[in-house]
Nanobody, 125 residues
Framework: VQLQASGGGLVQPGGSLRLSCAASGLTLGGYAVGWFRQAPGKERERVSCISSHDGSTDYADSVKGRFTISRDNDKNTFYLQMNSLKPEDTAAYYC???????????????????WGQGTLVTVSS
């Protein structure tokens, strides 16, 4: 099982990036998927997730209205569209997936067993 995150980079405040997470060795259609981020000296936090049983989504308050999570089961890939980026969004972003029976926001990072390697997002002028 492998998750490959990509799409990070350096962007100015107010800019946009789209992160991708491609899966191999598992079929994402039956998995809850999520994006997490970790800034230096801080704990890993959930940014957004999609539940597997009903496709419902959840966002951290800090990114609501700016970030959008989506999935393409045909491509076995999910995405995080990030708009209106702020310096405080600077972090390493990680994708994760697991089989959860309940809504994805009920599960913490430690409960995900499949992780991507992380992609760095830097928001700076």
């Amino acid at each position: 099982v492998q998750l490959q995150a990509s799409g990070g980079g350096l962007v100015q405040p107010g800019g946009s990036l789209r992160l991708s997470c491609a899966a191999s060795g598992l079929t994402l259609g039956g998995y809850a998927v999520g994006w997490f981020r970790q800034a230096p000296g801080k704990e890993r936090e959930r940014v957004s997730c999609i539940s597997s049983h009903d496709g419902s989504t959840d966002y951290a308050d800090s990114v609501k209205g700016r970030f959008t999570i989506s999935r393409d089961n045909d491509k076995n890939t999910f995405y995080l569209q990030m708009n209106s980026l702020k310096p405080e969004d600077t972090a390493a972003y990680y994708c994760a997936a697991d089989r959860f029976a309940l809504s994805c926001w009920l599960y913490s990072a430690r409960e995900y067993h499949n992780w991507g390697q992380g992609t760095l997002v830097t928001v700076s002028s």
